[in-house]
């Protein structure tokens, strides 16, 4: 079957680092997204991922390592609009076309706080 | 670009009524998803297609559910007929091959 864990909640503190993990169990393996949910709106695409190591974009990072299923994405210098759901997405195995589709975890919903 | 374009934002109906939601991917993009997200289930995948045609409709919940890509610039995903378990908001993504979804604002469905 197909899973993809992370923690349903976290708070940090403005200004400080937080890290959101995600594991995933999929039938192939063609890349990991990050995305960015605030309430009310629609995801809006944050990383990718298809090689282990780490991706920095700004004060978000990724990682990921695909031989232990897991990735985590980092945020520095947290700002209070940070406060959103994060949605960590794999693209499992290719069908007949090169289109494959991408699941998605249930979300890290993160408060952060003055 | 104006991004992905989705109608209705708001639909609000009656139990056992038809209900239309449509969807403009953005220009070039060949992959279009339907996806369904509720605060119990997540964003879940209905359907997506790949140049027009549906490539995986396992995620569509019963036949009352059923989409249509006429043509690359056009999709409509059809409820009939709905119930309130339905309520939720319907978005519509569009992607080139292997690169990130652009998702619209969405739909937010109500039936009562």
């Known amino acids: 079957g197909q899973n993809i864990d992370q923690p349903t909640e976290m708070t940090a503190t403005e200004g400080a680092i937080v890290q959101i993990n995600c594991t995933y169990q999929?039938?192939?393996?063609?890349?990991l997204f990050w995305y960015q949910q605030h309430a009310g709106e629609a995801p809006t695409f944050l990383s990718y991922?298809?090689?282990?190591g780490l991706e920095e974009k700004g004060r978000f990072s990724s990682f990921l390592s695909r031989s232990k299923g897991y990735s985590y994405l980092l945020l520095k210098e947290l700002q209070m609009k940070d406060s959103a759901s994060y949605l960590c997405?794999?693209?499992?195995?290719?069908?007949?076309?090169?289109?494959?589709?991408?699941?998605f975890g249930s979300g890290t919903r993160l408060s952060i706080r003055p | 670009d104006a991004g992905v374009i989705q109608s209705p934002r708001h639909e609000v109906t009656e139990m056992g009524q038809e209900v239309t939601l449509r969807c403009k991917p953005i220009?070039?993009?060949?992959?279009l998803f339907w996806y369904r997200q509720t605060m119990m289930r997540g964003l879940e995948l209905l359907i997506y297609?790949?140049?027009?045609?549906?490539?995986?409709d396992s995620g569509m919940p019963e036949d009352r559910f059923s989409a249509k890509m006429p043509n690359a610039s056009f999709s409509t995903l059809k409820i009939q007929p709905s119930e309130p378990r339905d309520s939720a908001v319907y978005f519509c993504?569009?992607?080139?091959?292997?690169?990130?979804?652009?998702f619209g604002p969405g739909t937010r469905l109500t039936v009562t």
């Open positions: 297609f790949n140049n027009n045609v549906p490539i995986d």
């Open positions: 997405a794999v693209r499992g195995e290719s069908g007949y076309s090169s289109a494959s589709k991408i699941i």
């Open positions: 991922n298809v090689l282990d």
């Open positions: 993504a569009s992607s080139q091959v292997s690169y990130e979804q652009y």
């Open positions: 220009s070039g993009h060949n992959s």
């Open positions: 999929t039938s192939g393996f063609n890349g």
